[in-house]
């Protein structure tokens, strides 16, 4: 029986990946040149591939970064003079805020307990804020925030640049990218592909911005800045030597994804999702973290297991069926 | 026959680059948590193994970040406060420097023309500098600095740090890393991999000089700021999702060079360069582009082709053999 991963990421290697990865070994794709006409054509494709598959429009750009750490740093770096405005409700969203105030910005917050989403809608977000941040899906609680609300933010707030965290819901979230100015996701969760490779989406206004800063002598970084990203995307290169090999068999992976189509990969994770909860919604003992049922993850199920986590997990294991342990305090509580 | 890559990097794949890759996704290397214990080992062995291969002192850190342009950046972050001094002889000596510039940093610079050396013990360096940076080898043009002359600046420059480009000399270059303070390269020069890794090595004294910046509230980055990057590693571990299946092939690859013997593979590349500076000396036409011996690279030899680069590039192509053109303004004239 070949092993199983019920991991949040890294998960398990998509099915094709292993076929792509070989082919481009033997094409010798880890030596030839990111200066050179066969790489420009591999980010060509990639790029306009991925834009099909997540539906981004046309003049937004794609960014190849090294890890959603990365993105969220340029982020605050190019698009944050003063303050940014963040929706909290677990580890990685607080990491996104903290973030910022370690770049020197002034950020606000607005932070809900774990196991709880926040009322994006209601919430009152200073004027001053130039960038409001939402976690599309935390990984870490299996909160997931309503795509809807989150597109709503767009018409209220006009002046702000809106930056949403799709590390664990991508590809699956159908999300209209015209509502945003920035996101970002990493390839080793819905993409299956191991760890090292982040894609960073950015709207005109939000390059905009990041070139008034850049003007202004505001510290924006250094070789990925967006500017200089972006130079560099216009002849289809990147700053520094970018992992090629990984670049090339994403752009693979998201043929085999158009392919067989984003609304089959949409209702299939449905329809798995669904299941799971109905399982431990019922159950004696076990029950989803997540109570109330408009903010519950269909990626990222976490499950409270009382106390049980390292027992179960070790069960799950011996027949070979690896699922992530809780994340931080919740390490023996949640699977 | 096999394509033969001469190519200054992404270069040839080290040959038992293929087995250790096959081995580690045989082993689910990819799925595995980077907070897990078979990771830790992986990272334990891997560093190490490095410091063996490369006789890097046991106080130093090892961070695994993803470009050599990002060691670059987090050093200025890190350890500048105001003012760096930067020895330029090409592309990426000007880059480093360049970028200390746009981190707000008011850098100074020696600067020679391409295809010249720059004297080190010579050179006034203003007592002002924090961190003096020196280009063991710039791949643009083949001109390599003597190690000798690096290791005298520790001396003549007790209370500066030292910071060595190591990118295209690593592992040939026998250097004595307690003459200095950081230093980087990338997996796709000398240890033969794909890009998308970078290894920095930083001294107890670069370290001290992160936390004192950070006490005194300059932003020193976030997720890869020393400190953090440090406290991380005190786990085995890195801040973000990390590259783990490129970091376990290099730490086989690592293995595989200590078994040769790292002067083996010392000795043969001298022997090499050897070779190919003797035939090109005596060459009608064509000659090394960098005339002094001194300063001539064992690494990366740089032959001044008056401008027949692209014409030999597409001869040696059509014999399966891939030589990586000159860079920049001396694309068509350099090889």
Chains 1, 2 share one sequence.
Request: charged letters at 25%.
């Amino acid at each position: 029986m070949k092993p199983l991963f019920f991991t949040p990421g890294p998960s398990q290697l998509y099915p094709t990946f292993n076929k792509h990865l070989q082919t481009a070994l033997a094409e010798n794709i880890a030596s030839i040149s990111h200066r050179g006409e066969a790489f420009h054509s591999i980010v060509s494709e990639t790029i306009a591939d991925l834009k099909r598959l997540l539906k981004i429009p046309k003049e937004y750009r794609l960014f190849f970064l090294a890890s959603s750490l990365e993105s969220m740093e340029r982020i605050i770096e190019n698009c944050v003079y003063r303050e940014s405005f963040h929706f909290i409700n677990g580890a990685f969203s607080r990491k996104f805020f903290q973030m910022a105030l370690e770049l020197g910005k002034k950020s606000r917050k607005n932070e809900v307990q774990a196991g709880e989403g926040n009322e994006l809608l209601t919430t009152r977000i200073s004027e001053t804020s130039e960038v409001i941040v939402v976690t599309h899906n935390e990984t870490s609680t299996g909160c997931m925030l309503p795509l809807a609300e989150i597109c709503a933010l767009r018409s209220m707030y006009p002046q702000q640049l809106i930056a949403v965290d799709i590390v664990s819901s991508a590809p699956y979230g159908k999300i209209d990218f015209s509502c945003l100015d920035l996101a970002f996701f990493s390839v080793q969760k819905g993409f299956g592909m191991p760890a090292g490779l982040s894609v960073l989406i950015v709207s005109p206004a939000a390059l905009t911005k990041a070139r008034w800063l850049g003007k202004k002598n505001i510290v924006t970084g250094s070789y990925h800045r967006f500017s200089r990203l972006d130079e560099n995307m216009e002849k289809r290169e990147t700053p520094e030597t970018p992992n090629v090999l990984y670049l090339t068999v994403l752009g693979q992976i998201v043929k085999d994804m158009l392919k067989k189509g984003r609304s089959h990969l949409q209702s299939e994770t449905e329809k798995k999702a669904k299941m799971m909860y109905a399982y431990f919604g019922a159950h004696k003992i076990y029950s989803p973290f997540i109570k109330e049922k408009k903010f519950r993850s269909t990626t990222t199920i976490v499950i409270d297991v009382k106390g049980k986590a390292l027992e179960l997990a070790e069960k799950l294991q011996q027949k070979q069926i690896y699922v992530g342990k809780g994340y931080g305090v919740f390490k023996n509580t949640h699977l």
